[in-house]
Structures are given as structure tokens and as C-alpha cells.
């Protein structure tokens, strides 16, 4: 079995990878900094199996990962972008060249478009995507990674939990934004494909010239109605309340815990498909998106009120 090495396993998406990539016949490491975190959807007696291993590991120590890498003999790894380093992920994409790994799997972002050089600043989620991309293409050039640029998740309604279990309403600002609220897993398990694939030594699937592939949601669905739709999968009447933009940041930050930086780039997300004409849905490359789970998975991509029904236990129900 060729072996991968995971980087964020614990994760949906990260998990989602792991196990995809283990049933495309890779033997599996799950680099963790705490090794006795469970990792959703992997039993106990998969991991008897001898398939999949933990390794202790902190990305944003070179080191670390130059000792996991060596441990595992891994040429192949799946890592997500940390938004918070300070290098943009040089020294950890530099670690794993160095360690000897040769092909990488990044969870990127829909919003990197265009030249990544290019991306304004201002844009912060997509900025700081982006200036990863630039890490690793300098580290590993175009042909020894894949970015992986997901659109909006399913999951990002979560930063209304509380607000919808309080009863109270949930405050938004712009709920008529609508993006395509695409399901971590499936993200994860094109991740899971792309890292087998190549580790198997045959085409990844992504276009030939490309380092990248976008991915979105099989719904176009504002933000009004996801949060209607949950509180309908959850049995509870749930009203939204259009707030003010300095109201609806404040509510991301207190109630979901977003850095307000982000919680000020989803805001601006919402107001730019409602009012500016730059919705997701709307972005020249969302058409040659749509699909592509599809054809890398062989079915359909999960919906949104099917994620909230598998995944109506994190809303505290």
C-alpha cells in the first residue's frame, strides 16, 4: 500500500480525505498534534486494521513535520492552508520537500481566482488562500500539487447554532446573499481521490495544465432560506432578522467566534452578491464548476438539507 500522510484529520474535510483516500488502497497517516482525538467516521477496528496510523505532528513546526514525513516514508500529503502563518506556509511546504515529499494536496478557496498574484488584499480569506498557492508553487512547481478550491460550506451554517437554538432570531446582514453551501465531505473525498490517485501513479483528474480545481455545491440557496431550512430539518420556527452590517459582524464574532477580519469577509460576501453582482454564483468560473464533484465521485453531490439532516447533531439536537 503506498502510504499518505494527512495533516488535519480531525477535521470534515481532512477526515473525509483520510478515509477516501484509504479505500483507494493508500495506507493512511494522520498526523495530529493530540494523537487521542477521535477522527470522524473511523471506526476503531478500521484503524485496528493496520491501515491507518497516528503520528504526533504541528504543521507550523518544520521540524515536526520533518519527523512525521520520515516516519511515515509518506511522498504524498494533504494539508489545509493556515490562515494564521506568518510566512504564508513556506517553511512548512519547504519541511515537506525536504522530507521527501512529492506531490501535495492543499484545501484552498473558491475565492482564489484569476492570477494568485493578483488577489486583492483586501479580500482577506481569499488573500491569504492565495498567498499559500504562491508558497507552494515556488516550493513544489506546477506539477507537484493540486489546490483544492471549495466554494461556500454547508457547514457555515453553523455559525448560527446558537442563535437558532435560542429562539430569539437569527441577525444577519444581507440574508438574501446566495452562495452554494457545498458539503465538507464531499470536498474532502475529491481530496481523498486526487491524493490516491496520484500516489497510485495514474492521472488525477484535474485538467491537464491546471494546479487546481474548483469545486461547488449542486444548490444555489440564500442565506435566508439555509437558515430556514435547518430550523425545518430541526423542528423549530426560526425567524431572521436583516441587520445593519456593524450589527451582523458583531453577531459572527460573539456568537460563532470568528476572527472579526473574517466575520467582516463574509459580511462583505453577502452584501457583494446582493447588491455589487459578484456572488459566487455569479463568478466567471463557477459554470465550469458545477459537476465537478460528480465527475470525480461517480454520484451526486450532497444537498444542503441533507447535510443538515446527517449533521443535525452539531447544532446541539
Not at 458583531?250 to 453582482?277: D, Q, Y
Amino acid at each position: 500500500m503506498t502510504p499518505v500522510i494527512i495533516f488535519g484529520p480531525t477535521g470534515s474535510v481532512g477526515s473525509a480525505t483520510a478515509l477516501t483516500a484509504h479505500t483507494q488502497g493508500c495506507k493512511v497517516y494522520l498526523a495530529l498534534r493530540d494523537t487521542t482525538k477521535p477522527i470522524p467516521g473511523l471506526t476503531t477496528a478500521q484503524e485496528q486494521s493496520g491501515n491507518f496510523t497516528r503520528i504526533q505532528t504541528d504543521f507550523s513546526n518544520p521540524t515536526s513535520i520533518t519527523t512525521a514525513v520520515a516516519q511515515s516514508k509518506a511522498k504524498h500529503a494533504f494539508i489545509y492552508t493556515d490562515l494564521t502563518s506568518p510566512d504564508h506556509m513556506r517553511g512548512t511546504f519547504t519541511a515537506l520537500k525536504e522530507a521527501g515529499v512529492e506531490f501535495v494536496v492543499l484545501l484552498s478557496s473558491f475565492g482564489v481566482q484569476g492570477d494568485i498574484h493578483h488577489v486583492a488584499s483586501e479580500d482577506v480569506i481569499a488573500y491569504v488562500h492565495a498567498q499559500a498557492e504562491i508558497s507552494l508553487r515556488e516550493v513544489f512547481e506546477d506539477d507537484g500539487y493540486v489546490a483544492v478550491r471549495p466554494g461556500f460550506y454547508a457547514s457555515n451554517s453553523l455559525w448560527w447554532r446558537n442563535s437558532i437554538q435560542n429562539g430569539n432570531g437569527v441577525r444577519v446582514a444581507w440574508a438574501e446573499g446566495v452562495f452554494d453551501w457545498i458539503s465538507p465531505g464531499d470536498v474532502g473525498c475529491v481530496s481523498g481521490m486526487i491524493l490516491a490517485r496520484r500516489a497510485r501513479g495514474v492521472e488525477t483528474g484535474v485538467e491537464e495544465g491546471k494546479s487546481f480545481v474548483y469545486l461547488v455545491g449542486p444548490e444555489q440557496m440564500s442565506v435566508r432560506e439555509v437558515i430556514e431550512t435547518v430550523g425545518s430539518v430541526l423542528g423549530r420556527e426560526v425567524s431572521v432578522i436583516e441587520v445593519g452590517e456593524e450589527e451582523g459582524v458583531e453577531s459572527l464574532v460573539r456568537e460563532s467566534g470568528l476572527h472579526e477580519g473574517i466575520a467582516r469577509s463574509v459580511v462583505g460576501f453577502c452584501r457583494g452578491a446582493v447588491v455589487e453582482g459578484r456572488s459566487f454564483i455569479e463568478s466567471p468560473v463557477y459554470g465550469g464548476a458545477v459537476g465537478n464533484i460528480e465527475r470525480f465521485l461517480g454520484r451526486e453531490a450532497m444537498g444542503f438539507r441533507e447535510w443538515v439532516e446527517v449533521n443535525r447533531g452539531k447544532f446541539g439536537v
